[in-house]
């Protein structure tokens, strides 16, 4: 069965960096888009960044463009997010999801890692 | 417009049917994905497509979708059904939630 297992997250101070990692198994990773989805405490849902299969195409969000970083692993099947210069406003769960193919449009999401900016 | 629009709360009495709708101009051109989450746990996919149901889920969950608008139907909705609903579309380069929809059920 897809199971997505998230790892990093922790309390980190504004400015700082924190590295997530999403470790995949049960489905064939190097086929899929990835994609990295956040939520704030008793807030919505938000796209963060997603990752083609082939690593060939990548986008983010404006909230975070320029300063976080998506990357992904295939051989190793893992996902990673890379996030610098942290803000108060980062404060979320952040979610690694499964996309299709074609489409970074999430079906499996992960459990998730807390990610709290504070200082 | 890149938004999706959803009421912020909806609730229904067991058995009976409720309807929770998305707007959004994205969706005259793209399909539409709905999710539901319960509290402390991962978003789950229980539409995709616009209007099919994955796997496992319940035949009590339909989707439909007219113009710029979509809708999530619940027919003969349980109590395990109290959830937040999030419906999910894309533009060209990126991708876009609803703000989501407090579904209570009593």
């Known amino acids: 069965q897809v199971k997505l297992v998230e790892s990093g997250g922790g309390l980190v101070k504004p400015g700082g960096s924190l590295r997530l990692s999403c470790a995949a198994s049960?489905?064939?990773?190097?086929?899929?888009?990835m994609s990295w989805i956040r939520q704030a405490p008793g807030k919505g849902l938000e796209w963060v960044s997603y990752?083609?299969?082939?690593?060939?195409?990548?986008n983010y969000a404006d909230s975070v463009k320029g300063r976080f970083t998506i990357s992904r692993d295939n051989d190793k099947s893992s996902l990673y997010l890379q996030m610098n210069s942290l803000r108060v406003e980062d404060t979320a769960v952040y979610y690694c999801?499964?996309?299709?193919?074609?489409?970074?449009?999430?079906?499996?999401w992960g459990q998730g890692t807390l990610v709290t900016v504070s200082s | 417009s890149s938004e999706l629009t959803q009421p912020s709360s909806v609730s229904v009495s067991p058995g009976q049917t409720v309807m929770i709708t998305c707007s959004g101009g994205?969706?005259?051109?793209?399909?539409a994905r709905w999710f539901q989450q319960k509290p402390g746990q991962a978003p789950v996919l229980v539409i995709h497509?616009?209007?099919e149901r994955p796997l496992g889920i319940p035949e009590r969950f339909s989707g439909s979708s007219s113009g710029t608008t979509v809708t999530l139907t619940i027919s003969g909705a349980q109590v395990e059904d109290e959830a937040d609903y999030y419906c999910?579309?894309?533009?060209?380069?990126?991708?876009?939630f609803g703000g989501g929809t407090r579904l209570t059920v009593l």
């Open positions: 999801a499964r996309g299709t193919d074609l489409v970074p449009g999430p079906d499996y």
């Open positions: 497509k616009d209007d």
């Open positions: 999910y579309s894309a533009t060209d380069n990126n991708m876009v």
């Open positions: 994205v969706l005259a051109k793209k399909y």
């Open positions: 049960g489905f064939t990773f190097s086929d899929h888009y």
């Open positions: 990752i083609a299969s082939s690593g060939s195409s990548i």
